[in-house]
């Protein structure tokens, strides 16, 4: 860094806040380690796509026409997307808006809400970048108890301070994979202070069973300050696209307007979206596979006497004697990419996504022998 830089108060500040670390990308693993065959398990993409479908539209709007090409500005708003989304989800079309990612949309909402400062509540082992989406907009973070297996309301509702502008609720929560039920998602929206802006972060709500997961969008028309998030990285696999959408009252949504860039999401993540969120098969095959790898791998680690946490999202947290940090190392090696939990406060555990059965075979394969005596 120049060496008047840290002298600039803001730079200090942002100097302090932890940096996000990423799953470690494929090509990266094969460089470092001379290996030719690698199995990602590291970032909850979802193997089992893009659609064919989705990715002729992304071929189509490449090769371009007389209404779209590479050379021409997407839509700013993403309105034809922002439509395809209304429509599915039952709401109106200035009730969404687009992000470059969800992550976006959660900075976004962050640098609204902390324009003249304040503070998030955030419950302990939350998705990484409500902290820091918080710090880097210049808010405090207020972190709130919650264990592996339970998140708690009453103590959300406690930790609310006077300046508290956000809560920040993974739903289900990465990386501990819980979520609430019904009755108590009711009574944090209700109770929650009605100037206090309420962001469920539904990244893996596609994942659950329908028939019984309490979507906060439900809540939508009682409480204007409730922001509910899902991203096109997960269950509709278009990770490399970047993009999220909110959906969330007019006037919510016209303060993050005014803060969102005017071209923050491309034309080949807009036009993929639209196509895939309204492919509902393609999300009911996705989940079975996902369920169907999730009962193997329960299977799999009890033969290993190996703890789980977690019965939501693609993905797990399995819990062993081993520093989290090392079992990383040790796979790695092995050609498979998991993600350690350290930074989450969680020392021995990692957490794996699941992928095709050929995947978590060489998951097996390479963990095995490590866990010769048992997790
Ligand atoms: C809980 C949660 N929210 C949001 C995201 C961000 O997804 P994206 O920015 O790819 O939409 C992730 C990604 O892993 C996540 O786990």
Known sequence: MHSGLP??????????IPLYVPGKPIQEVQREMGLTRIVKLASNENPWGPTEAVKARVAAAILGSDTEGLNLYPVSDGHYLRKAIAARKGVALDGVVLGNGSSELLELVAKAAFLDGGSAVIPRHSFAIYGIATQTAGGRVLESRASTTELDVDDILRSVAEDTRLVYLGHPNNPTGIRLEQQALERLVRQLREDIVLVVDQAYAEYEDPADYPDAAAYLSERPNLLVLHTFSKIHALAALRIGYGLGSKELLGCIERVRSPFNTNHL????????????????????????ARTAFALEAERHRCQLSGTSGNFVLLES???????????????????????????????????????????WSAIGPLLDGGC
């Open 7 to 16: 002298t600039i108060h803001g730079f200090k500040h942002l100097s302090r």
């Open 269 to 292: 993540a807009q036009v993929a979206a639209e196509v895939a969120v309204q492919d509902l098969g393609f999300e009911a095959f996705s989940r079975q596979k996902n369920a169907d």
């Open 321 to 363: 004697v081993f520093p989290a940090k090392d079992l990383f190392r040790e796979l790695l090696q092995r050609g498979v990419i998991v993600r350690p939990m350290h930074a989450y406060g969680l020392t021995n555990h990692v957490r794996v996504t699941y992928g095709k059965p050929e995947e978590m075979q060489a998951f």
